[in-house]
């Protein structure tokens, strides 16, 4: 792994360390991976609320009268369709179809543009975003990522924490951004309706020095700080990929399964990066999809890097694996030949030379019992 | 942490307990600490061979998976059943129900090479 003198820093590290954190280096990054246990955690954010430390991720903004085109031409989704305050997920993929990273892009005014982008990815984005950036000075392109604390606060009683936190605060809808008051400084203090746990949620942005004291208000309202590993484990009950683990410039969105987040046959969305080869693609067939799996008899966690066979040949590996705490179950991904990815296809997983009975599963794994 | 004074250590975190001569073997409080959560575990089979500081078993907590390495040689007589439906056995009582795998040691000399509880406790603190 990386160099622990280089090593990056969360703003929040003290807090992490005060409330009984694991620290672990995650994406160049020193993160807790847990407190008081992944099960736990996970837990909390499925019945109650949990909050994350996501202040390795990247924060940018893009602007200008050419923001908007310029953005369409680095970006699956279509960035056109997106009213004031609105977000969307996207892809950002090399000429090859691969992705570089995948984002979550908010229209924070009417030419302005609010990404963020994945810890491990901030350095090589940005030299990726700047490379192209127009020689005409019509797009602003901001790197804020030191100049921001983030906190993902999730669970079903998110919403009622952040009315309580911030008293008037705007509470914006699904995918929604709006400005969060009492958290005032050098940057904007944002919050989104967004997450990667499958539960409702928010992801509050404020400057860096008012960090400590976001995280110190949500502990008083009885919030539990949740680590890497259990946002790990809802996010693949979610099917939600992980990029480095389930996404790669060796795959593209289609096989990825995330089809429904490139505009390929919305005729307002100009030519991207890569479109060409994902065009290719859905002529021919795609080579591999990205495809839920599921252990049919009791059996050790599923990591990443096992082999999965059918009819006793391996055909390929699990890229995110884990015992899913909701479920009990081995559940992993990995891309399969479309053939041996319909759901109900019996398969095998091979775990230290044993081989456990698997079958192809439908997403989400963990559906939300109805209230 | 807790170190029972009756047994003896591995360097990588195991313990045995001799009675007459049969070996139980065991992770310690100071491991199921360091492992977190444990949700599996695959003891070795009865009858197997096993060697002094080879993998015998595996611990996996929901993070990552551990080899548990066997204190000494010798062949495993009783593997702990109750570890396949209750794993978390391996947390709450590690020197007791959440025994791993008996033995008869084929070399009872290795056993004078491991740690007395002293010498572990200062290897762990």
């Known amino acids: 792994m990386s160099d622990p003198n280089t090593l990056k820093h969360s703003p929040l590290e003290a807090a992490h360390i005060a409330c009984g954190a694991r620290m672990v280096e995650f994406g160049g990054w020193s993160m807790p991976v847990q407190y008081s246990g992944i099960i736990d955690e996970h837990k909390a954010v499925r019945s109650a609320s949990g909050m994350f430390d996501i202040s390795h991720m990247g924060e940018v903004t893009v602007s200008g009268p050419g923001a908007l085109v310029w953005l369409e031409s680095l970006l699956t989704n279509r960035v056109g369709k997106l009213a004031l305050s609105r977000g969307q997920y996207s892809l950002m993929l090399d000429e090859g179809g691969g992705v570089i990273d995948d984002l979550i892009l908010y229209r924070s005014g009417e030419q302005e543009y609010f990404l963020v982008i994945n810890a491990a990815c901030r350095d090589i984005d940005l030299a990726w975003m700047r490379g192209r950036l127009p020689a005409d000075g019509s797009v602003v392109l901001n790197d804020l990522g030191d100049a921001y604390a983030a906190i993902a606060l999730q669970g079903p009683d998110s919403e009622r924490i952040l009315r309580a936190l911030a008293a008037g605060c705007e509470v914006p809808k699904r995918n929604r951004i709006a400005s969060l008051p009492g958290f005032e400084g050098e940057v904007p203090s944002l919050v989104a309706r967004t997450g990667y746990t499958g539960e409702d949620g928010f992801e509050l942005f404020v400057p860096v020095a008012k960090g400590e004291a976001l995280w110190n208000v949500l502990l008083d309202s009885g919030v539990k700080p949740c680590g890497l590993g259990c946002r790990d484990t809802l996010r693949l009950e979610m099917g939600y990929p992980l990029n480095g683990s389930d996404l790669s410039r060796e795959r593209t969105p289609l096989e990825a399964g995330l089809g429904k987040f490139v505009s390929l046959d919305d005729p307002e969305k100009p030519v991207f990066t890569g479109r060409p080869v994902l065009e290719s693609q859905r002529a021919k067939g795609l080579p591999a999809q990205l495809t839920p799996l599921k252990l049919t008899v009791q059996g050790p966690p599923l990591r990443s890097h096992y082999p999965v066979l059918s009819e006793g040949s391996v055909v390929g590996e699990t890229c995110s694996g884990a015992l899913s705490p909701s479920l009990g179950e081995g559940i992993a991904m990995a891309y399969l030949p479309a053939v041996l990815s319909t759901p109900g296809t019996s398969l095998e997983i091979e775990v230290r030379g044993r081989r456990y009975a698997a079958i192809v599963a439908t997403l989400p794994f963990y559906k939300k019992p109805a209230a | ?125």
């Open chain 2, 1 to 125: 942490m807790n170190v029972p004074a009756d047994l003896r250590y591995a360097k990588t975190h195991e313990w045995i307990r001799l009675e007459g001569d049969t070996i139980t073997v065991g992770i310690t409080d100071h491991a199921q600490a360091e492992l977190t959560d444990i949700v599996y575990a695959e003891p070795p089979k009865v009858g197997a061979e096993v060697k002094a500081g080879a993998t015998a078993a595996v611990v996996e907590s929901v993070k990552a998976a551990s080899d548990i390495y066997s204190p000494l040689s010798g062949t495993v007589t009783e593997v702990n059943s109750e570890l396949s439906g209750n794993p978390a056995l391996l947390n709450t009582d590690p020197f007791g129900q959440g025994w791993i795998y008996k033995m008869k040691a084929s070399n009872s000399s290795e056993i004078e090479a491991l740690l007395t509880p002293e010498a572990y406790t200062a290897q762990i603190s």
